[in-house]
Protein backbone atom coordinates (compact mmCIF):
# COMPACT_ATOMS: atom_id res chain seq x y z
CA UNK A 1 0.00 0.00 0.00
CA UNK A 2 1.59 3.29 -0.85
CA UNK A 3 2.87 5.73 1.63
CA UNK A 4 2.13 3.51 4.47
CA UNK A 5 4.68 2.30 7.09
CA UNK A 6 5.60 -1.47 6.69
CA UNK A 7 3.35 -3.78 9.13
CA UNK A 8 5.54 -5.47 11.85
CA UNK A 9 5.28 -8.91 12.93
CA UNK A 10 6.94 -10.77 15.80
CA UNK A 11 7.07 -14.54 15.58
CA UNK A 12 7.11 -16.88 18.38
CA UNK A 13 8.03 -20.27 17.20
CA UNK A 14 10.77 -23.71 16.72
CA UNK A 15 11.52 -24.83 13.19
CA UNK A 16 14.36 -25.91 11.17
CA UNK A 17 16.59 -23.40 8.86
CA UNK A 18 14.99 -22.53 5.45
CA UNK A 19 16.46 -25.13 2.18
CA UNK A 20 16.45 -24.04 -1.58
CA UNK A 21 13.06 -25.66 -2.88
CA UNK A 22 13.25 -28.45 -5.58
CA UNK A 23 11.11 -26.93 -7.70
CA UNK A 24 8.32 -23.70 -7.82
CA UNK A 25 9.31 -20.45 -7.72
CA UNK A 26 13.07 -19.63 -6.72
CA UNK A 27 13.74 -17.99 -3.57
CA UNK A 28 15.97 -15.55 -5.07
CA UNK A 29 12.07 -13.90 -6.67
CA UNK A 30 10.87 -14.09 -3.33
CA UNK A 31 13.54 -11.50 -1.99
CA UNK A 32 16.17 -14.52 -0.60
CA UNK A 33 19.97 -14.83 -0.91
CA UNK A 34 22.11 -17.68 -0.32
CA UNK A 35 24.40 -16.89 3.26
CA UNK A 36 27.84 -15.89 3.17
CA UNK A 37 28.56 -19.38 4.62
CA UNK A 38 26.54 -21.43 2.02
CA UNK A 39 28.47 -24.59 2.42
CA UNK A 40 26.52 -27.29 5.15
CA UNK A 41 27.32 -30.80 5.85
CA UNK A 42 24.77 -32.60 4.59
CA UNK A 43 24.59 -30.55 1.33
CA UNK A 44 22.40 -27.35 -0.44
CA UNK A 45 22.15 -23.91 0.66
CA UNK A 46 20.88 -21.89 3.69
CA UNK A 47 19.12 -18.83 2.51
CA UNK A 48 18.66 -15.28 4.20
CA UNK A 49 15.62 -12.77 3.97
CA UNK A 50 16.41 -9.94 1.86
CA UNK A 51 13.32 -8.17 3.57
CA UNK A 52 13.37 -5.38 0.84
CA UNK A 53 16.26 -3.59 2.20
CA UNK A 54 18.59 -3.57 -0.32
CA UNK A 55 21.82 -5.69 0.68
CA UNK A 56 20.28 -8.88 2.55
CA UNK A 57 20.00 -9.35 6.74
CA UNK A 58 20.83 -13.06 7.55
CA UNK A 59 18.39 -15.28 9.31
CA UNK A 60 20.94 -17.78 11.03
CA UNK A 61 17.46 -19.82 11.55
CA UNK A 62 14.60 -19.10 9.44
CA UNK A 63 11.38 -20.48 10.76
CA UNK A 64 9.08 -22.67 8.42
CA UNK A 65 5.72 -20.49 8.81
CA UNK A 66 7.84 -17.32 8.82
CA UNK A 67 9.48 -18.12 5.54
CA UNK A 68 6.09 -19.21 4.33
CA UNK A 69 4.51 -16.13 4.96
CA UNK A 70 7.47 -13.87 3.91
CA UNK A 71 7.20 -15.49 0.88
CA UNK A 72 3.31 -14.73 0.47
CA UNK A 73 3.18 -11.67 2.07
CA UNK A 74 2.70 -9.38 -0.83
CA UNK A 75 -0.35 -8.22 -0.21
CA UNK A 76 0.88 -5.79 1.88
CA UNK A 77 4.16 -4.51 2.95
CA UNK A 78 5.05 -6.23 6.15
CA UNK A 79 8.23 -7.19 8.01
CA UNK A 80 8.65 -10.28 10.20
CA UNK A 81 11.00 -10.93 13.17
CA UNK A 82 12.14 -14.25 15.10
CA UNK A 83 11.15 -13.89 18.88
CA UNK A 84 15.05 -12.86 19.95
CA UNK A 85 15.22 -10.01 17.63
CA UNK A 86 11.71 -9.03 18.82
CA UNK A 87 12.72 -9.08 22.04
CA UNK A 88 15.55 -6.70 21.54
CA UNK A 89 13.85 -4.67 19.69
CA UNK A 90 10.35 -4.06 21.71
CA UNK A 91 13.12 -4.00 24.82
CA UNK A 92 15.02 -0.66 23.24
CA UNK A 93 11.64 0.74 21.53
CA UNK A 94 9.61 0.74 24.51
CA UNK A 95 5.88 2.04 25.29
CA UNK A 96 6.72 5.58 23.47
CA UNK A 97 5.74 4.31 19.83
CA UNK A 98 5.21 0.55 19.32
CA UNK A 99 5.78 -0.16 15.85
CA UNK A 100 5.03 -4.23 16.51
CA UNK A 101 1.61 -4.20 15.48
CA UNK A 102 0.56 -8.37 16.10
CA UNK A 103 2.46 -11.09 17.30
CA UNK A 104 2.16 -14.78 15.54
CA UNK A 105 2.82 -17.32 18.59
CA UNK A 106 3.44 -20.57 17.15
CA UNK A 107 2.56 -23.63 18.81
CA UNK A 108 4.30 -27.19 17.93
CA UNK A 109 -0.12 -29.29 17.98
CA UNK A 110 2.30 -32.03 19.18
CA UNK A 111 3.34 -30.76 22.57
CA UNK A 112 1.35 -28.05 23.10
CA UNK A 113 2.40 -24.57 25.17
CA UNK A 114 5.92 -25.20 26.27
CA UNK A 115 8.26 -23.41 28.67
CA UNK A 116 9.64 -21.19 25.62
CA UNK A 117 6.14 -20.72 24.19
CA UNK A 118 5.06 -19.60 27.48
CA UNK A 119 7.66 -17.25 27.71
CA UNK A 120 7.05 -15.57 24.44
CA UNK A 121 3.48 -15.38 24.96
CA UNK A 122 5.04 -12.98 28.27
CA UNK A 123 6.49 -11.15 25.83
CA UNK A 124 3.91 -10.55 23.47
CA UNK A 125 1.49 -9.06 26.35
CA UNK A 126 4.03 -6.66 27.18
CA UNK A 127 5.25 -5.91 23.84
CA UNK A 128 2.28 -5.77 21.50
CA UNK A 129 -1.89 -5.54 21.57
CA UNK A 130 -2.80 -8.13 19.35
CA UNK A 131 -2.37 -11.68 19.00
CA UNK A 132 -2.33 -14.72 16.48
CA UNK A 133 -2.00 -18.41 17.29
CA UNK A 134 -0.72 -20.63 15.23
CA UNK A 135 -0.92 -24.67 15.59
CA UNK A 136 1.70 -26.06 13.39
CA UNK A 137 3.01 -29.48 12.46
CA UNK A 138 -1.02 -30.78 11.80
CA UNK A 139 0.20 -33.33 9.01
CA UNK A 140 2.23 -34.93 12.36
CA UNK A 141 -1.28 -35.47 13.59
CA UNK A 142 -2.96 -39.13 12.54
CA UNK A 143 -4.96 -38.59 9.40
CA UNK A 144 -8.52 -40.41 11.18
CA UNK A 145 -7.49 -38.43 14.35
CA UNK A 146 -6.30 -34.84 13.25
CA UNK A 147 -9.19 -33.08 13.79
CA UNK A 148 -10.27 -33.90 17.38
CA UNK A 149 -6.56 -33.72 18.23
CA UNK A 150 -6.60 -29.86 16.96
CA UNK A 151 -10.03 -28.98 18.30
CA UNK A 152 -9.00 -30.26 21.93
CA UNK A 153 -5.05 -28.27 21.14
CA UNK A 154 -7.57 -25.34 20.40
CA UNK A 155 -9.51 -25.75 23.79
CA UNK A 156 -6.44 -25.86 25.74
CA UNK A 157 -4.98 -22.63 24.57
CA UNK A 158 -8.67 -20.94 24.39
CA UNK A 159 -8.11 -21.84 28.64
CA UNK A 160 -4.31 -20.95 28.58
CA UNK A 161 -5.42 -17.40 27.07
CA UNK A 162 -8.58 -16.80 29.30
CA UNK A 163 -6.67 -14.70 31.88
CA UNK A 164 -3.99 -12.61 29.34
CA UNK A 165 -4.25 -10.25 26.76
CA UNK A 166 -4.80 -12.86 24.25
CA UNK A 167 -8.03 -13.70 25.25
CA UNK A 168 -10.50 -14.60 22.29
CA UNK A 169 -7.06 -14.66 19.82
CA UNK A 170 -7.92 -16.19 16.76
CA UNK A 171 -6.05 -19.69 16.81
CA UNK A 172 -5.28 -21.50 12.94
CA UNK A 173 -3.74 -24.74 12.30
CA UNK A 174 -1.04 -25.13 9.80
CA UNK A 175 1.47 -27.58 8.29
CA UNK A 176 4.10 -25.09 7.20
CA UNK A 177 6.64 -27.86 6.11
CA UNK A 178 4.53 -30.96 5.50
CA UNK A 179 6.97 -33.87 6.10
CA UNK A 180 9.44 -32.17 7.74
CA UNK A 181 12.95 -30.25 7.20
CA UNK A 182 14.37 -32.50 5.14
CA UNK A 183 11.36 -33.41 3.18
CA UNK A 184 10.95 -32.61 -0.28
CA UNK A 185 9.25 -29.47 -1.33
CA UNK A 186 6.50 -30.97 -3.65
CA UNK A 187 4.07 -30.68 -0.89
CA UNK A 188 1.52 -27.74 -0.56
CA UNK A 189 1.82 -26.19 2.60
CA UNK A 190 -1.69 -26.66 4.74
CA UNK A 191 -3.18 -23.50 5.75
CA UNK A 192 -0.82 -21.06 5.12
CA UNK A 193 -3.78 -19.09 2.61
CA UNK A 194 -5.95 -19.05 5.71
CA UNK A 195 -3.23 -17.84 7.67
CA UNK A 196 -2.23 -14.57 5.40
CA UNK A 197 -6.32 -13.88 4.96
CA UNK A 198 -6.57 -14.29 8.57
CA UNK A 199 -3.70 -11.30 8.87
CA UNK A 200 -5.60 -8.96 6.15
CA UNK A 201 -8.41 -9.12 8.20
CA UNK A 202 -6.69 -8.64 11.61
CA UNK A 203 -4.38 -6.14 11.22
CA UNK A 204 -5.43 -1.69 10.07
CA UNK A 205 -2.73 0.05 8.72
CA UNK A 206 -0.33 1.52 11.02
CA UNK A 207 -0.05 5.44 11.43
CA UNK A 208 3.32 6.14 12.56
CA UNK A 209 5.07 9.37 13.88
CA UNK A 210 8.06 11.15 12.33
CA UNK A 211 8.58 13.33 15.17
CA UNK A 212 11.06 12.76 17.93
CA UNK A 213 14.28 11.85 18.15
CA UNK A 214 15.51 9.92 15.05
CA UNK A 215 16.59 6.46 16.42
CA UNK A 216 17.02 3.05 14.46
CA UNK A 217 17.87 -0.66 15.49
CA UNK A 218 20.59 -1.93 13.42
CA UNK A 219 20.27 -6.15 12.98
CA UNK A 220 23.22 -6.51 10.56
CA UNK A 221 26.49 -4.96 9.33
CA UNK A 222 28.27 -5.41 6.38
CA UNK A 223 30.64 -4.18 3.65
CA UNK A 224 30.46 -3.91 -0.09
CA UNK A 225 33.55 -3.07 -1.86
CA UNK A 226 33.69 0.58 -3.90
CA UNK A 227 30.38 1.31 -1.71
CA UNK A 228 30.65 1.29 1.97
CA UNK A 229 29.45 -0.42 5.23
CA UNK A 230 25.57 -0.92 5.15
CA UNK A 231 23.49 -1.34 8.11
CA UNK A 232 20.45 -2.97 8.15
CA UNK A 233 18.27 -1.18 10.44
CA UNK A 234 14.15 -0.53 11.65
CA UNK A 235 13.36 2.96 12.03
CA UNK A 236 12.21 3.07 15.78
CA UNK A 237 11.19 6.83 16.04
CA UNK A 238 11.36 10.22 14.31
CA UNK A 239 12.79 10.46 10.45
CA UNK A 240 16.20 10.60 8.29
CA UNK A 241 16.87 11.69 4.92
CA UNK A 242 19.35 11.32 2.88
CA UNK A 243 22.51 13.12 3.64
CA UNK A 244 21.45 13.49 7.26
CA UNK A 245 24.68 12.52 10.03
CA UNK A 246 24.03 9.65 12.65
CA UNK A 247 25.92 8.72 15.70
CA UNK A 248 26.40 5.28 16.63
CA UNK A 249 26.64 6.33 20.53
CA UNK A 250 28.39 2.72 21.94
CA UNK A 251 31.69 3.44 19.73
CA UNK A 252 31.18 7.77 19.86
CA UNK A 253 31.41 7.54 16.27
CA UNK A 254 29.36 9.84 13.79
CA UNK A 255 28.82 8.98 9.98
CA UNK A 256 26.71 11.10 7.26
CA UNK A 257 24.24 8.66 5.08
CA UNK A 258 25.39 8.20 1.77
CA UNK A 259 22.48 6.01 0.14
CA UNK A 260 19.32 3.83 1.53
CA UNK A 261 17.25 1.48 -0.31
CA UNK A 262 13.94 -0.14 0.85
CA UNK A 263 12.01 -3.32 -0.89
CA UNK A 264 15.23 -2.73 -3.50
CA UNK A 265 14.37 0.73 -4.50
CA UNK A 266 16.80 4.05 -3.96
CA UNK A 267 14.69 6.15 -1.18
CA UNK A 268 16.44 9.70 0.23
CA UNK A 269 13.65 9.24 3.90
CA UNK A 270 12.57 6.61 5.94
CA UNK A 271 10.44 7.17 8.98
CA UNK A 272 9.39 5.66 12.12
CA UNK A 273 8.79 1.52 11.49
CA UNK A 274 10.47 1.31 8.09
CA UNK A 275 13.25 -1.20 7.04
CA UNK A 276 15.53 -0.24 5.48
CA UNK A 277 19.62 -0.64 4.41
CA UNK A 278 21.56 2.14 5.49
CA UNK A 279 25.15 3.01 3.54
CA UNK A 280 27.78 4.63 5.30
CA UNK A 281 31.47 4.85 4.67
CA UNK A 282 35.29 4.66 6.51
CA UNK A 283 33.31 2.30 8.98
CA UNK A 284 34.72 -1.03 10.17
CA UNK A 285 31.44 -3.20 10.00
CA UNK A 286 33.35 -6.09 12.20
CA UNK A 287 33.14 -3.08 14.76
CA UNK A 288 28.73 -3.38 15.20
CA UNK A 289 26.94 -6.38 14.59
CA UNK A 290 23.67 -5.00 16.81
CA UNK A 291 22.97 -2.18 18.42
CA UNK A 292 21.49 1.23 18.27
CA UNK A 293 21.82 4.14 16.04
CA UNK A 294 20.23 7.45 16.63
CA UNK A 295 20.71 11.69 15.87
CA UNK A 296 24.10 12.92 17.15
CA UNK A 297 23.59 13.54 21.03
CA UNK A 298 20.49 11.54 21.46
CA UNK A 299 21.14 8.49 23.53
CA UNK A 300 23.94 8.39 26.52
CA UNK A 301 25.24 5.50 27.62
CA UNK A 302 24.42 5.02 31.63
CA UNK A 303 26.13 2.81 34.39
CA UNK A 304 22.26 2.63 36.46
CA UNK A 305 18.89 3.59 35.94
CA UNK A 306 16.02 3.76 37.81
CA UNK A 307 12.83 2.17 36.85
CA UNK A 308 9.09 1.48 37.14
CA UNK A 309 8.88 -1.84 38.24
CA UNK A 310 5.79 -4.37 37.54
CA UNK A 311 6.41 -8.10 38.36
CA UNK A 312 5.43 -10.65 36.06
CA UNK A 313 2.46 -12.83 37.71
CA UNK A 314 3.99 -16.15 36.19
CA UNK A 315 7.39 -15.68 37.73
CA UNK A 316 7.21 -18.04 40.92
CA UNK A 317 10.18 -16.32 42.76
CA UNK A 318 10.29 -13.13 44.97
CA UNK A 319 11.90 -9.99 43.48
CA UNK A 320 14.61 -9.55 46.19
CA UNK A 321 16.51 -5.91 47.15
CA UNK A 322 20.34 -6.69 46.34
CA UNK A 323 19.13 -9.72 43.74
CA UNK A 324 20.73 -10.19 40.95
CA UNK A 325 18.74 -10.65 37.06
CA UNK A 326 19.20 -10.68 33.73
CA UNK A 327 18.58 -7.16 32.22
CA UNK A 328 17.19 -6.47 28.89
CA UNK A 329 17.29 -3.12 27.74
CA UNK A 330 18.12 -1.23 24.50
CA UNK A 331 20.16 -3.88 22.55
CA UNK A 332 21.85 -5.49 25.05
CA UNK A 333 21.28 -8.20 28.29
CA UNK A 334 23.73 -7.48 31.07
CA UNK A 335 23.24 -8.31 34.52
CA UNK A 336 21.71 -5.82 37.48
CA UNK A 337 21.91 -5.29 40.90
CA UNK A 338 17.96 -4.25 42.38
CA UNK A 339 16.98 -2.03 44.96
CA UNK A 340 13.50 -1.96 45.49
CA UNK A 341 11.55 1.02 46.80
CA UNK A 342 7.73 2.60 46.89
CA UNK A 343 6.13 5.86 47.86
CA UNK A 344 6.34 7.55 51.21
CA UNK A 345 3.17 6.25 53.18
CA UNK A 346 2.17 9.98 53.43
CA UNK A 347 2.22 10.16 49.59
CA UNK A 348 0.94 6.54 48.52
CA UNK A 349 -2.63 7.65 47.13
CA UNK A 350 -0.54 9.57 44.58
CA UNK A 351 -1.07 9.11 41.18
CA UNK A 352 1.41 6.97 39.15
CA UNK A 353 3.81 8.29 37.56
CA UNK A 354 4.85 6.41 33.99
CA UNK A 355 6.96 9.00 32.04
CA UNK A 356 9.08 10.72 34.70
CA UNK A 357 10.76 10.42 38.12
CA UNK A 358 10.84 13.20 40.52
CA UNK A 359 13.74 13.81 42.69
CA UNK A 360 12.05 15.67 45.65
CA UNK A 361 10.06 13.49 46.98
CA UNK A 362 10.20 11.16 49.70
CA UNK A 363 10.41 7.25 49.26
CA UNK A 364 9.94 4.38 51.32
CA UNK A 365 12.85 1.37 51.09
CA UNK A 366 11.52 -2.35 50.38
CA UNK A 367 13.47 -5.70 51.21
CA UNK A 368 11.51 -6.84 48.15
CA UNK A 369 8.75 -5.98 45.49
CA UNK A 370 5.19 -6.06 47.31
CA UNK A 371 2.76 -8.41 45.48
CA UNK A 372 0.07 -11.14 47.07
CA UNK A 373 2.46 -13.87 46.45
CA UNK A 374 4.52 -11.71 49.11
CA UNK A 375 1.54 -10.96 51.52
CA UNK A 376 2.63 -12.07 55.55
CA UNK A 377 2.08 -14.82 56.43
CA UNK A 378 0.65 -15.98 60.29
CA UNK A 379 4.30 -17.63 60.69
CA UNK A 380 6.30 -14.50 59.85
CA UNK A 381 5.36 -13.15 62.88
CA UNK A 382 5.21 -9.52 64.15
CA UNK A 383 8.54 -8.70 62.18
CA UNK A 384 7.05 -9.19 58.40
CA UNK A 385 6.10 -5.61 58.41
CA UNK A 386 9.60 -4.02 58.90
CA UNK A 387 11.11 -6.61 56.78
CA UNK A 388 8.54 -5.85 53.85
CA UNK A 389 8.63 -1.85 54.68
CA UNK A 390 5.26 -1.96 54.56
CA UNK A 391 2.30 -2.04 56.92
CA UNK A 392 0.58 -5.10 57.64
CA UNK A 393 -2.96 -4.72 56.18
CA UNK A 394 -2.20 -5.85 52.59
CA UNK A 395 -2.38 -2.72 51.05
CA UNK A 396 0.29 -3.14 48.15
CA UNK A 397 1.21 0.71 46.63
CA UNK A 398 0.09 1.70 43.52
CA UNK A 399 3.80 2.44 41.73
CA UNK A 400 6.99 0.65 42.87
CA UNK A 401 10.41 1.49 41.66
CA UNK A 402 13.81 -0.43 41.58
CA UNK A 403 17.27 0.94 41.06
CA UNK A 404 19.30 -0.99 38.50
CA UNK A 405 22.92 -1.20 38.72
CA UNK A 406 24.83 -1.99 36.21
CA UNK A 407 27.87 -4.39 35.52
CA UNK A 408 28.36 -3.01 32.45
CA UNK A 409 27.53 0.31 31.12
CA UNK A 410 24.55 0.18 28.17
CA UNK A 411 23.39 2.54 26.06
CA UNK A 412 19.42 3.18 25.62
CA UNK A 413 16.74 5.95 25.23
CA UNK A 414 15.08 6.98 27.96
CA UNK A 415 11.73 5.62 28.47
CA UNK A 416 12.78 2.28 26.52
CA UNK A 417 11.19 -1.04 27.98
CA UNK A 418 13.53 -3.23 30.67
CA UNK A 419 12.90 -6.61 31.44
CA UNK A 420 14.44 -8.45 33.99
CA UNK A 421 14.93 -12.24 34.16
CA UNK A 422 16.74 -15.52 35.20
CA UNK A 423 18.08 -16.71 32.43
CA UNK A 424 20.03 -19.21 34.01
CA UNK A 425 17.43 -21.00 35.42
CA UNK A 426 16.96 -24.21 33.17
CA UNK A 427 15.35 -23.74 29.74
CA UNK A 428 13.45 -27.00 30.14
CA UNK A 429 12.43 -26.38 33.78
CA UNK A 430 8.42 -26.06 34.04
CA UNK A 431 9.24 -22.35 35.10
CA UNK A 432 8.71 -18.92 33.57
CA UNK A 433 12.55 -17.42 34.02
CA UNK A 434 11.05 -13.42 32.95
CA UNK A 435 10.68 -11.81 36.04
CA UNK A 436 9.87 -8.35 35.96
CA UNK A 437 9.45 -5.36 33.42
CA UNK A 438 9.12 -1.71 33.37
CA UNK A 439 10.30 1.57 32.10
CA UNK A 440 13.35 3.33 32.03
CA UNK A 441 12.65 6.79 34.05
CA UNK A 442 16.36 8.41 34.44
CA UNK A 443 19.47 6.60 33.61
CA UNK A 444 22.82 7.57 35.20
CA UNK A 445 26.09 8.52 33.14
CA UNK A 446 28.06 9.13 35.59
CA UNK A 447 30.39 6.41 36.11
CA UNK A 448 30.83 7.79 39.84
CA UNK A 449 26.89 7.59 40.00
CA UNK A 450 27.24 6.73 43.78
CA UNK A 451 28.88 10.05 44.83
CA UNK A 452 27.21 12.44 42.40
CA UNK A 453 23.92 10.53 41.78
CA UNK A 454 22.47 8.73 44.56
CA UNK A 455 22.40 11.47 46.96
CA UNK A 456 20.19 12.65 45.14
CA UNK A 457 17.69 9.84 45.85
CA UNK A 458 15.65 10.25 48.89
CA UNK A 459 15.23 7.01 49.59
CA UNK A 460 14.93 6.01 53.24
CA UNK A 461 14.30 2.93 55.66
CA UNK A 462 11.93 3.49 58.92
CA UNK A 463 14.20 2.09 62.01
CA UNK A 464 12.06 1.10 65.09
CA UNK A 465 13.74 0.39 68.19
CA UNK A 466 12.03 -0.17 71.83
CA UNK A 467 13.86 -0.69 75.64
CA UNK A 468 12.67 -0.40 79.29
CA UNK A 469 12.51 2.20 81.94
CA UNK A 470 14.72 1.56 84.72
CA UNK A 471 13.86 3.87 86.91
CA UNK A 472 12.86 7.73 87.42
CA UNK A 473 15.70 10.38 89.01
CA UNK A 474 13.39 13.33 88.96
CA UNK A 475 10.06 14.60 88.18
CA UNK A 476 11.95 15.52 84.69
CA UNK A 477 14.37 12.63 83.88
CA UNK A 478 14.74 8.71 83.80
CA UNK A 479 16.82 6.62 83.15
CA UNK A 480 16.71 3.71 80.23
CA UNK A 481 17.72 0.84 78.97
CA UNK A 482 17.62 -2.57 76.67
CA UNK A 483 17.58 0.04 73.60
CA UNK A 484 21.42 0.03 72.86
CA UNK A 485 23.95 -2.57 72.68
CA UNK A 486 27.22 -2.23 74.74
CA UNK A 487 29.39 -1.16 72.35
CA UNK A 488 26.84 1.65 70.58
CA UNK A 489 27.99 5.21 70.31
CA UNK A 490 24.74 6.98 72.32
CA UNK A 491 26.25 10.27 71.50
CA UNK A 492 24.43 9.26 67.67
CA UNK A 493 21.09 9.36 69.34
CA UNK A 494 21.49 12.54 71.41
CA UNK A 495 18.42 14.82 70.46
CA UNK A 496 16.01 12.12 69.47
CA UNK A 497 12.55 11.92 70.76
CA UNK A 498 11.33 8.94 72.58
CA UNK A 499 7.83 7.94 73.29
CA UNK A 500 6.81 5.80 76.85
CA UNK A 501 4.30 3.82 77.70
CA UNK A 502 2.74 5.59 80.13
CA UNK A 503 1.88 8.29 77.48
CA UNK A 504 4.87 10.10 77.92
CA UNK A 505 7.69 12.39 75.49
CA UNK A 506 10.86 12.59 76.14
CA UNK A 507 14.55 13.77 74.39
CA UNK A 508 17.59 11.00 74.87
CA UNK A 509 20.09 13.62 76.93
CA UNK A 510 23.35 11.77 77.27
CA UNK A 511 24.59 8.10 78.11
CA UNK A 512 24.77 6.85 81.60
CA UNK A 513 27.74 4.28 82.78
CA UNK A 514 29.46 2.08 79.98
CA UNK A 515 26.35 -0.94 80.12
CA UNK A 516 24.56 1.11 77.11
CA UNK A 517 22.37 2.96 79.43
CA UNK A 518 21.08 6.39 78.40
CA UNK A 519 19.28 9.58 80.28
CA UNK A 520 16.03 10.81 78.80
CA UNK A 521 14.79 14.45 79.74
CA UNK A 522 11.06 14.45 80.12
CA UNK A 523 10.05 18.24 79.41
CA UNK A 524 6.50 17.94 80.35
CA UNK A 525 7.64 16.10 83.59
CA UNK A 526 5.83 12.58 84.75
CA UNK A 527 2.56 12.26 85.20
CA UNK A 528 1.95 11.41 89.34
CA UNK A 529 0.95 8.33 87.68
CA UNK A 530 3.84 7.23 85.99
CA UNK A 531 6.16 8.46 88.83
CA UNK A 532 4.16 6.07 91.44
CA UNK A 533 5.34 3.72 88.51
CA UNK A 534 8.54 4.79 88.02
CA UNK A 535 10.01 5.28 92.05
CA UNK A 536 11.64 2.52 93.17
CA UNK A 537 10.78 -0.06 95.59
CA UNK A 538 11.89 0.32 98.88
CA UNK A 539 13.65 -3.31 100.37
CA UNK A 540 13.35 -4.15 103.41
CA UNK A 541 16.29 -3.52 105.42
CA UNK A 542 16.82 -2.44 109.44
CA UNK A 543 19.30 -0.08 110.58
CA UNK A 544 21.11 -3.02 112.03
CA UNK A 545 21.92 -4.70 109.08
CA UNK A 546 20.09 -7.88 109.99
CA UNK A 547 17.43 -7.57 107.73
CA UNK A 548 14.65 -6.19 110.29
CA UNK A 549 12.34 -3.26 109.23
CA UNK A 550 11.32 -0.50 111.11
CA UNK A 551 7.58 0.60 110.95
CA UNK A 552 8.61 3.27 108.67
CA UNK A 553 10.08 1.41 106.16
CA UNK A 554 7.77 -1.29 106.53
CA UNK A 555 5.03 1.45 105.54
CA UNK A 556 6.34 3.18 102.97
CA UNK A 557 7.17 0.00 100.69
CA UNK A 558 5.30 -0.57 97.49
CA UNK A 559 5.27 -3.35 95.18
CA UNK A 560 7.29 -3.04 91.90
CA UNK A 561 4.78 -3.15 88.86
CA UNK A 562 4.28 -6.34 87.10
CA UNK A 563 4.46 -4.46 83.45
CA UNK A 564 7.25 -2.95 82.61
CA UNK A 565 7.14 0.62 81.27
CA UNK A 566 8.95 0.61 77.89
CA UNK A 567 9.90 3.35 76.00
CA UNK A 568 10.52 3.10 71.62
CA UNK A 569 12.39 5.46 69.44
CA UNK A 570 11.21 5.97 65.55
CA UNK A 571 13.38 7.79 62.97
CA UNK A 572 14.33 7.49 59.55
CA UNK A 573 17.98 6.76 57.75
CA UNK A 574 18.34 7.24 54.00
CA UNK A 575 19.89 4.53 52.22
CA UNK A 576 22.25 7.00 50.49
CA UNK A 577 23.45 9.55 52.86
CA UNK A 578 26.96 9.79 53.19
CA UNK A 579 26.60 10.95 56.49
CA UNK A 580 24.48 7.86 57.97
CA UNK A 581 22.26 10.73 59.89
CA UNK A 582 19.14 10.04 61.32
CA UNK A 583 16.18 11.90 61.18
CA UNK A 584 12.60 12.37 62.64
CA UNK A 585 9.49 13.94 61.41
CA UNK A 586 8.94 17.65 63.14
Not at 125 to 151: F, M, P, S, T, Y
Not at 199 to 216: A, E, V, W
Not at 540 to 547: A, E, I, N, Q, V
Request: aromatic letters at 6%; glycine letters at 8%.
Amino acid sequence: MPGSSPLCFSTASEGCCVDEPSSGEPLTARGWAPTEACERPEGGTRWKCCDGAGPPRVRARARPVWARLQAGAGFLPSRLWGCAFALALCCSHGRRAQIIDLMLLVIDVTKGMQTQSAECLVIGQIACQKLVVVLNKIDLLAEGKRQAAIDKMTKKMQKTLENTRGRGAPIIPVAAKPGGPEAPDTEAPQGIPELIELLKSQIPIPTRDPSGPFLMAVDHCFSIRGQGTVMTVTVLSGAISLGDSVEIPALKVVKKVRSMQMFHRPVTSALQGDRLGLCVTQFDPKLLERGLVCAPGSLHTVHAALISVEKIPYFRGALQTKAKFHITVGHETVMGRLLFFSPAPDSSDCQPQLDSFDFSREYLFQEQYLCQDTAPTAADGAQAPERTGRAPEGCWPRQQWALVELEKPVTCPRLCLVIGSRLDTDVHANACRLAFHGVLLHGMEDRHYAESCLPQLRVYKLKHKQGLVERAIDDHSVIGRSLFKKETNIQLFVGLRVHLSTGESGVIDSAFGQSGKFKVHIPGGLSPESKKILTPALKKRGRTGRGEATPQEEGSERPEPSQPVTLSLSFKRYVFDTHKRMVQAP
